[in-house]
């Protein structure tokens, strides 16, 4: 396990022991699933070697969610998957400090690496093509993920807008 790829030398390390066998959990900076790969690739990695090692990439968002303690619950707690607008939600009580909301969930978009992102990656494609083949193989992205936790009456968009950027939000193939 390696806490964060931060330099080339730890992306060459994290890449040949996932090559030798090895399961490899590591954490990076990117905005999206498919950046991961490009960020391992601006490490000089060689991207044959990414390709023939990585199995998937997982990205997160965490979003705040409404305090238990005040929160409004949707009428019989029963999901939809378009709740009608003012139907859950959280005042704020002492418990939460007056904010209406508790504890955070992650909302995530995995994406498996399948053999045509294999393709991507050593050939270096953009991000944007990754993105684009990811859905076409049925990655449930951040929107997709975003509505469900809001269709549970879990949290609300103006919490998942605070987090997600507005870009992420659109195009998701699979909501």
Known sequence: MIGEIRTAETAETAVSAANSGHL????LHA???????????A????????????TGVVSQRLVRTFCPACRIPIEGERVTTHPPAGRAGAPGCPACH???FGVRTALLAVLMVT??????IQ???PTQVS?????????AGLPCAAR???ARGRTDLAEVRRCVPPDRLRGDAKA
């Open 24 to 27: 490899v959990l590591a954490t």
């Open 31 to 41: 905005p999206v699933a498919a950046g991961g790969v490009a960020s391992t690739l």
């Open 43 to 54: 490490y000089e990695v060689a991207p044959h070697f990414l390709a023939t090692s990585l």
């Open 98 to 100: 007056q904010t209406g």
């Open 115 to 120: 053999r045509a992102i294999r393709e991507w």
């Open 123 to 125: 050939t270096r494609q």
């Open 131 to 139: 993105e684009e083949q990811a859905d076409r193989d049925g990655m």
């Open 148 to 150: 469900a936790v809001i």
